[in-house]
């Protein structure tokens, strides 16, 4: 039987007694020896039972007790463990700190001439240093796909720019040309339009005359016959009317034919024109289309812009380069400079070369490394504290219990501490 079922039983079971409460007096002697009998065997496995139960209780409360003096002793290991890290850090910053503030006091103390050598090394690197982010800043004058064009084709830069010049203005020149040419064709064919409809107009003029003449004549052919006069001059006069104006209408109309050849010979020759410069047209159009492709520009100036920055980035590295060179033979001689007076970490001071320059940015380093150095003494204090509690809680606690001394010990041991 399990302990929660053991528990149920003691709090649910009624004594022996009740039950028989409401038996007949006759049966009372009977059941009074009976319940003897049940009641001292009951009662001595109740016993036996209550026994087990105490037993488990205690084993269960002293496991209970026992697992979360463990998981307080565990805590209090991993507090230690942390805070005596933190401290070994902090102490190692300390250190350094401390270094640079010594540092800082023997380049203060220098003879004026050494001084002046150190100062002057840094001013130089000072002005290599920005000489060089100046070269850095040209870098961005062309994105990398550009600068990779121009150096795939550098030969042949200047004569593409000198090429495409001269097309793009033939390209000006073959627009106006087409211009011309199209307006001239315009002309040539309202022209014509016109000399065709004067044609027409004479075609009309002749009509009409030779319709009058010919009702004037048989007017005139009438009246002979109804009057029997002779009209004979009447009618020369009308002939003759119609000859003069046939001739003019006939003269004029040569000339508009003649008109329409020489137009229509011309307009040939302009259409013919026309087509060539076209044709000029798109074959410069196309070179100067391949050539902005080629080189991933959009004009001859922009070309022309682009290879002045090439120039420029291309100089500029070459400057670079050499300024680099000149920089880490100056930062070289700062290090033995200030490793010759004993600073330590003389490195950081190539990168610090105003410090050394102006004394006033001096002054606020050291300010801010002694802050910093005051502030790691206060967590150090503290650390060590909490340190301090740490270990007194844990003595107190195998001094209470020694068997919780090989348990502390192997936590501690697993990160290479001891409790001392």
């Not at 401290?87 to 220098?110: A, F, P, R, S």
């Not at 033979?329 to 050394?356: C, H, M, P, R, Y």
Request: glycine share 4%; hydrophobic share 35%.
């Amino acid at each position: 039987m399990g302990l929660k079922d053991r528990i149920k039983k003691y709090l649910i079971e009624e004594p022996e007694e009740e039950l028989y409460e409401e038996e007949p007096d006759k049966k009372e002697k009977k059941k009074t020896e009976r319940k003897k009998r049940s009641s001292r065997k009951k009662a001595s496995e109740d016993n036996a039972d209550i026994k087990e139960l105490q037993e488990e209780i205690k084993s269960v409360k002293a496991g209970k007790k026992s697992d979360t003096e463990r998981a307080v002793i565990k805590d209090v290991c991993e507090q230690l463990v942390d805070v005596s890290y933190h401290m070994e850090d902090m102490k190692q910053e300390y250190k350094v700190v401390t270094g640079y503030l010594v540092d800082i006091q023997k380049i203060e103390e220098l003879p004026i001439q050494m001084a002046n050598e150190i100062i002057d090394t840094a001013k130089s690197i000072e002005l290599l240093e920005r000489d060089k982010q100046k070269y850095i800043a040209s870098e961005n004058l062309l994105t990398m796909e550009q600068y990779n064009k121009i150096a795939a084709h550098e030969e042949d830069v200047i004569k593409t720019i000198k090429e495409l010049n001269e097309m793009e203005m033939r390209d000006g020149m073959l627009k106006s040309d087409m211009g011309y040419l199209e307006g001239e064709k315009d002309d040539l064919e309202y022209l014509r339009d016109e000399y065709s409809d004067g044609i027409g107009r004479i075609r009309g003029f002749m009509i009409g005359v030779f319709f009058v003449c010919f009702m004037a004549m048989a007017g005139l052919i009438l009246y002979a016959i109804t009057k029997r006069e002779n009209v004979t001059v009447y009618a020369l006069g009308v002939g003759a009317l119609l000859m003069l104006a046939f001739a003019i209408s006939y003269a004029k109309y040569l000339d508009y034919n003649a008109d329409i050849k020489d137009l229509d010979a011309k307009h040939k020759k302009a259409i013919s024109l026309l087509n060539k410069v076209k044709v000029k047209y798109i074959n410069n159009v196309n070179a100067i289309d391949y050539l902005y492709e080629k080189f991933g520009v959009n004009s001859c100036k922009e070309l022309e812009y682009q290879w002045e920055q090439y120039n420029t980035m291309v100089s500029d590295a070459l400057k670079y380069s050499r300024t680099n060179s000149d920089l880490r033979l100056f930062k070289e001689e700062l290090v033995k400079k200030l490793k010759k007076i004993g600073v330590s970490d003389a490195e950081v001071w190539t990168k610090q070369t105003n410090a050394l320059i102006d004394r006033r940015e001096m002054v606020e380093i050291t300010h801010s490394l002694n802050v910093r150095r005051q502030k790691l003494r206060e967590k150090l204090a503290t650390c060590e504290q909490i340190k301090s509690n740490a270990t007194t809680a844990l003595k107190a606690a195998i001094e209470e219990k020694p068997e919780l001394k090989k348990y502390i010990a192997e936590i501690l041991e697993s990160y290479r501490l001891d409790l001392l």
